[in-house]
């Protein structure tokens, strides 16, 4: 009887893919010959792997049994755990291989509100039909904010705008469209009924605004004042959406919002905001598809910009 050595692994002891092979193969058939021609390999280098493997093991893995012979339990042991690992091996082969080609992985992007609805939304639609295997999270936040992310690494890429204090060079960046602006107020509101509708009848009201700083508020601001107009009334300034939106449906405010937000969410009679019926005259300095100098995407990243980037094209 061989004598086992319980104190070392059978991959230390010289257990390789070519016996786990030939394991599987003789677990589906008693025939020695068989199992080597399923194999590719001839009868003695079949006969010299199994021989390796009662060896290596350390017990018989297989019996004589009249022309062919039958795995010991040891064996068939073997022949079970080997038809696992060298499973799990096809599996890993595939999954390192769609990983390779993009087709599996996790993306991290970041966008402002407007290309969030505008171009991200519609390419997140189009990477569940063809890349259903690819998870995406997608941040909505100010500029600085992405930024900031995106350099710690957080984010692959964001569509958003270069602070103004920090060095652009530090990034890639591709413009892709300036950013019209509307006013927004709710479905009932009085200036909704006007015939003309002039500046001086906007600022007597009071408005939602992005906190100063914020390319938006600094739009709007500017605008006013080129028009020789007193800055409007400030009841509220937030970086939420969320609460710029409730306060609009809840008073008389009226907030800038790019127009293509201002089309998801002032759109048709049953929506419960409007778009004053205004020339703005406002567009917010054109944002950007903004990458890190130093590192590039995975293919994964790569698949989803380039959705992007088509759906960027068709609009």
Known sequence: MLKPNLHSSLLSRGLKLSHLRLMVALAATPSLGQAAEALGITQPAASRLLAEIDRICGYRVHLRAGRGLALTEVGQALALRADRILTELRDTAREIDAFGQGRVGQVAIGAVTAPALDIVLPALQAARVDHPNIQIDVAVAPSDVLFEQLMAGRLDFIIARVPQHVD????????????????????????????????????????????????????????????????????????????TMAQLQQSESIAPLSAAVAAQFARGQNSALAVLPIKTGIAVRPYSILQRRAGALTLAAQQILAIIHKVMSQA
Not at 224 to 233: H, I, V
């Open 168 to 243: 652009p060079l530090v990034v890639s960046a591709l413009h892709v469209a300036a950013e019209p602006v509307d006013f927004v107020v709710r479905r009932d509101h009085p200036l909704l009924g006007r015939a003309v509708l002039t500046w001086d009848d906007l600022a007597q009201y009071d408005w939602v605004l992005p906190l100063r700083g914020n390319p938006l508020a600094d739009a709007v601001l500017a605008r006013f004042s080129e028009l020789g107009q007193a800055a409007p009334r400030m009841r509220m300034t937030t970086s939420s959406f969320l609460l």
